[in-house]
């Protein structure tokens, strides 16, 4: 079946504009991750939704950041102003549940260069 | 505070050679482990995890881990290695509020693969 399919694969946008990054997770998936992978280093945990539940935004580096989901569809991650060092790859996973038997499906990610 | 620490950036093997990839984490808890592999132009893909139980654990492409609590270690192993094994290496630990799946990744180790 699909997997998590992430939109665009590369954005380049100048220093001050707005993005949005698009997730679309594996059918059925309540878990939704995103992360933050900047060049050279690991994964950033964003932001976190799962079900109908408030999602955890501990993650989320600044005001700047915010995320939607539909239900237990479609996720959006928007970065207003954005600044240079906001340039990373943007990766969405997902997960059937939250349970330990419940892996993390990432998508191909999402590069953004801001300039 | 929780951290991962992976202390090699790149290792380098010939084929058929072992590898063993170092992972050292801080946590106060008993944590849950995760390797996961990123190949290139692939998303990030589970290798193996462990939360409890036998403290060496199979994963899939015959790596093992064997996790250590006296050396807060999770090291990957793997007895020969093989040409499409070159890829990234990130070890994870998770666990924490917001589920298993929230994790909080090591830096990666590039792994290159000499015929």
């Known amino acids: 079946g699909a997997g998590v399919s992430q939109s665009p694969s590369n954005k380049v946008t100048e220093k001050g504009k707005d993005v949005e990054l698009r997730c679309d997770p594996i059918?059925?998936?309540?878990?939704l991750y995103w992360y933050r992978q900047r060049l050279g280093q690991g994964l950033e945990f964003l932001i976190y939704?799962?079900?109908?539940?408030?999602?955890?935004k501990s993650g989320l580096p600044s005001d700047r950041f915010s995320a939607e989901r539909t239900g237990e569809s479609v996720s959006t991650l928007t970065i207003q102003r954005t600044q240079q060092e906001d340039s990373a790859v943007y990766l969405c996973?997902?997960?059937?549940?939250?349970?330990?038997?419940?892996?993390?499906?990432f998508g191909n990610g999402t590069r953004l260069t801001v300039t | 505070a929780q951290s991962v620490t992976q202390p090699d950036i790149h290792i380098t093997v010939s084929e058929g050679a072992s590898l063993e990839l170092r992972c050292n984490y801080s946590?106060?808890?008993?944590?849950?482990l995760f390797w996961y592999v990123q190949s290139p132009g692939q998303g990030l893909q589970l290798l193996l995890k462990?939360?409890?139980?036998?403290?060496l654990v199979q994963g899939i492409k015959g790596f093992e881990a064997e996790f250590k609590r006296s050396q807060s270690s999770f090291n990957l192993r793997k007895p020969s290695v093989h040409w499409s094994d070159a890829a990234e290496y990130f070890c994870?630990?998770?666990?924490?509020?917001?589920?298993?799946?929230?994790?909080?990744f090591g830096a990666g180790t590039r792994l290159a693969v000499h015929p």
């Open positions: 994870a630990v998770g666990g924490f509020s917001g589920g298993y799946n929230k994790l909080i």
């Open positions: 946590y106060g808890a008993t944590p849950y």
């Open positions: 462990y939360f409890s139980g036998d403290t």
């Open positions: 939704f799962q079900g109908n539940s408030a999602p955890d």
């Open positions: 059918s059925g998936h309540t878990a």
């Open positions: 996973a997902s997960s059937l549940s939250t349970g330990y038997n419940s892996p993390l499906h």
